[in-house]
């Protein structure tokens, strides 16, 4: 039932970046979305809510990816959790499948509610290596962007530099490039799997 | 049942921005979003969608406001339409409700649908009285965030500024205030009415 090939969601594969407003984690979401959509061809939708639960700063944006048009847009059950301060970890987590992919910045996000983690300081990457505190957001694409398995490094150069701000273009294609980097250290099947049912085994 | 106090959407209120790729619909969709959900206080989803139908750089970004949680983020069936240029009006006009708004960029769009109209030159606007075509979007944002009744125009700019590029403020909001002012020339009064059955009538 998880087991999926990389590149062709079987069905749906979900995806959350979270944290606070101001950490550009809509701009992810659209090029992630775009670069999935547009360029790899798959069926997408992006969303975004606000209301009560926005309130304090809280951002939150959804995409969700499949082979057949998509009935319902938003998130049932995260396949990855993208979560770029403590309270969205902790409020989110409990929305991720069994064995999802949750990611945090390590440097943000000090309580870990999972082993099944995969932590890097994006924020600290932006800040110390690219010079720009405000790219985080384009670091913690480029590693999501790999971990997700359903997009070209290619295509999703190509979605972000067709969305930032002119003159800014060599600068997030360097953020990207150090999250791309970061994921491609993380060995997925060294991951702890979550204990599950007999009916959710494959 | 189609009737609506100013400010407070009785049910559901759908907007959808329509155009081409690169007309910064998403943005404008974006920044209409906030305004109403987090300035304004209404439930809002903010959705695009990726697919076939996006193909040949159409671009359509979707808001649906509600005074309570939004169960279905999709647009049904339209209160309000912007069609920045002519498939889009097309494609879209069949989705608004009888008496919903149609919105549409004069110098881009030449055959209307509809003697039900409101026609502004929103991109001849932004290059010739602004200076920059690019802001076309905002010009479509102000006239589409008056004529909906649902932000002040106060928290429309606290948005705009909240989400546009540094450096870039002042030509967003000149753009902005040019389509407010489009906006307060319109009669919505003396608009034709749709015919519709007994039914819809209030």
Redesign the interface.
């Known amino acids: 039932m998880n087991t999926r090939i990389p590149g062709r969601p079987t069905h749906r594969f979900e995806v959350r970046f979270s944290g606070s407003g101001g950490q550009g984690l ?1 701009t992810a979401a ?1 090029i992630f ?2 670069a ?3 360029y790899n061809g ?11 639960e ?2 304090g700063g809280r951002s939150k944006a959804e995409v969700v990816i499949s082979d057949e ?2 009935d ?3 998130a049932l059950k995260l396949d990855l959790l993208l979560a770029m301060n403590q309270q969205a970890c902790d409020s989110y987590f409990y929305d991720l499948q069994p064995n999802g992919l949750l990611v945090v910045d390590s440097g943000l996000v000090e309580q870990f509610p999972t082993s099944r983690i995969i932590a890097v300081p994006f924020t600290e990457i932006a800040r110390d290596e690219i010079g720009r505190e405000l790219v985080a957001n384009m670091v913690a694409l480029g590693t999501v962007g790999v971990l997700s398995s359903l997009v070209s490094i290619e295509n999703l150069e190509k979605a972000l530099l067709a969305r930032v ?1 002119r003159g800014t273009e060599e600068i997030n294609k360097k953020a990207l490039s150090r999250g791309i980097e970061e994921a491609n250290k993380v060995s997925l099947d060294s991951l702890p799997r979550a204990v599950m049912s007999d009916e959710d085994e494959v």
Do not use: L
């Open positions: 809509i659209i979305a775009e999935v959509g547009v798959h069926y997408v939708c992006q969303t975004q809510s606000y209301g009560p926005a309130r048009p998509i319902y847009p938003k701000p």
